[in-house]
């Protein structure tokens, strides 16, 4: 498949190039449409949300009031924070003026005159990258005021981050535009009812927003006949961990994981065996390695897996690799991003990386399998947003899938770990 | 204080928002850039040029990671150990600046010339091992490179 929103094109993130390519000429398009029949062709693509939830765009974006006396906001989510995850830098450093045209023409869908893009706080430079390209976006007429001449106007703007996972829950991205603390809020009433301010918003992740552009350029029956019927388009996967080539790979939906480590990332080095692979950040369900034969990267394939696309960020393990650390490592993660607005995500993310340390040092005993696996289960379903969710279930599917690595550690003497945290590292 | 630039940065950036309470993180950043950390004053006068009152600001500064609430060094260097980097030797990059630097993560030299910092994912598996210094991300490390970006900074 030729990449559609990772083209090879020399100098793309430049406007001039970008518009001699045939950039922007999609924004031209959608501007001579009705804005309905912008959303009715985004729905007809089949595209499903790029940042974790797979929630059909078009259908988002129709929940929007047609009618209402408040402004309407767009919030693009580049928070980018999920452990494995890497892939929104990419279009922010090699085709920001693709995701510039389909902010611009999601806004014109929804009839929306103010758009964000939140970028997580450490992206200095990629910041930097996407600004100046939206001051050139601005100097050429195709954001602000009368945008080409169509009476319509948006205005784009860029919100930084501080350093907090949490934000890329929407509507923890939402309180921090408006410059709260991070907490995720109570849904209902869901953003496009009472969003920013309290105003109808739509929140779509980076990817998601580079694919509307695409959709209108091949038309909403071609997209939706790229990869996997039921979640088409093409997908940002970024693979990382034991593998040769690590890095981000464009391609259609529904490639077998198979084919994405050995093809596209050049296998795993030494020709070990693969023990284990998270397939999309690292709050989705790990797999056994001898189980991902047939598997395929889309959400139904994953689904019939026992785990889910997320962000498609895939990290994958050898056979030598420690899950005991991993996990362990993961559940630190999530601790120390919990907002610590729900009792059972704030306290049960720290009980649960308390136990695995337990594991981790050798001094768990068999019922610390149950326990944690316990805790786990109390997080699942008990909070208002997705982090406990996420927390819990890395835990739960590490026990599924491999419950004798935390056997083996029960059986071995107890290790003594020296005070400072970077002697104790392998 | 604020310079003028800033100031004047924070009124434009009102206009952007509802309520001017959005430019907060903005605000803090460029306290931050100013002056290497946000004390209790930094507060106290960004909630007084946003007309917003200082509990919340300390609310907000102690929520996001990246605020620095006390003084760190010169160059503060986050290293990434989570799982994407540790699987391909974050630990020995870490040990390695331990080495070197003599300080734990959470330390700063004697000197006030380094910090060092254990970080969580900061989006660049794929180039893994990697740290961030300042506003730079060093990727694709070992302890050879570890070495010179030391020695290149000032």
């Known amino acids: 498949m030729e990449p559609l929103l990772l083209p090879d094109i020399h100098n793309y993130h430049k406007i001039d190039v970008y518009e001699s390519h045939g950039g922007y000429q999609m924004l031209r398009k959608a501007l001579a449409m009705k804005p309905e029949a912008v959303t009715d062709e985004v729905k007809k693509s089949g595209l499903r949300g790029r940042g974790g939830a797979c929630f059909p765009t078009g259908l988002k974006w129709s929940f929007m009031p047609k009618q209402t006396d408040k402004p309407k906001y767009l919030c693009v989510n580049g928070d980018e924070s999920e452990p494995g995850t890497f892939k929104d830098r990419q279009i922010f450093e090699h085709n920001p003026h693709l995701l510039i045209e389909g902010t611009i023409i999601a806004c014109y869908a929804m009839g929306i005159t103010t758009a964000y893009l939140y970028v997580r706080g450490e992206y200095v430079q990629w910041i930097r990258m996407m600004q100046k390209a939206v001051d050139d976006a601005y100097a050429k007429g195709y954001v602000g005021q009368n945008i080409l001449g169509s009476g319509f106007s948006t205005n784009f703007y860029l919100h930084r981050g501080a350093g907090a996972y949490i934000c890329g829950e929407e509507s923890s991205l939402m309180n921090s535009i408006e410059g709260e603390r991070g907490y995720p809020r109570v849904k209902p009433p869901f953003p496009a009812q009472f969003g920013l301010w309290g105003c109808p918003t739509t929140i779509n992740n980076v990817e ?16 939706a006949k790229i990869g996997a019927p039921k979640h088409p388009g093409p997908i940002l996967v970024g693979v990382s961990g034991h593998v040769n080539k690590p890095g981000v790979y464009e391609m259609p939906t529904g490639v077998l994981l198979t084919e994405i480590v050995n093809t596209y990332a050049g296998g795993v080095p030494g020709n070990k065996k693969i023990k284990a692979v998270i397939p999309g950040g690292s709050s989705t369900m790990i797999l056994r390695g001898d189980g991902i034969e047939g598997v395929t990267m889309d959400a139904d394939g994953l689904k019939a897996a026992g785990s889910s696309v997320g962000t498609a960020g895939m990290i994958v393990m050898d056979e030598d690799t420690d899950l005991i650390r991993v996990i362990t490592r993961i559940a630190g993660f999530y601790h120390h991003e919990s907002c610590g607005q729900c009792t059972p995500c704030r306290e049960g993310t720290g009980w649960m990386h308390k136990i695995l340390r337990r594991f981790e040092n050798r001094q768990a005993t068999a019922a610390d399998i149950d326990l944690l696996l316990d805790v786990a289960n109390n997080i699942e379903g008990n909070t208002i947003c997705a982090l406990g969710d996420a927390a819990a279930w890395p835990v739960q ?3 599924k899938q491999f419950r004798e690595e935390f056997e083996k550690c029960t059986a071995q003497p107890a290790l003594t770990r020296p005070a400072v945290a970077v002697e104790a590292a392998v | 204080m604020l310079s003028e630039t800033s100031l004047k940065r924070i009124e434009d950036l009102k206009g952007r928002y509802q309520h001017p309470q959005s430019v907060i993180l903005e605000a803090l950043w460029m306290w931050q ?14 909630a007084g040029t946003l007309g917003i009152p200082f509990h919340h600001v300390y609310g907000v500064v102690t929520f996001y990671t990246m605020f620095n609430r006390a003084p760190v060094g010169k160059h503060k260097i986050e290293v990434c150990t989570n799982i994407s980097c540790m699987l391909r030797g974050s630990d020995r990059i870490l040990r390695h600046l331990h080495q070197r630097l003599k300080i734990a993560p959470g330390e700063t030299t004697a000197d006030k010339k380094f910090s060092l910092i254990e970080a969580e994912c900061l989006g660049s598996c794929g180039t893994a091992p990697m740290m961030q210094i300042g506003d730079e991300y060093y990727e694709n490390l070992d302890e050879t490179k570890v070495d010179k970006i030391l020695k290149d900074l000032k």
């Not at chain 2, 850039?33 to 006068?45: A, L, N, P, R, V």
């Open chain 1, 397 to 399: 599917s590490m026990i």
């Open chain 1, 208 to 223: 998601t927003i580079a694919n509307v552009p695409v959709i209108l350029q091949l038309g909403a029956e071609a997209y």
């Open chain 2, 33 to 46: 850039d100013e002056h290497g950390w946000i004390s209790e004053d930094g507060m106290k006068f960004i």
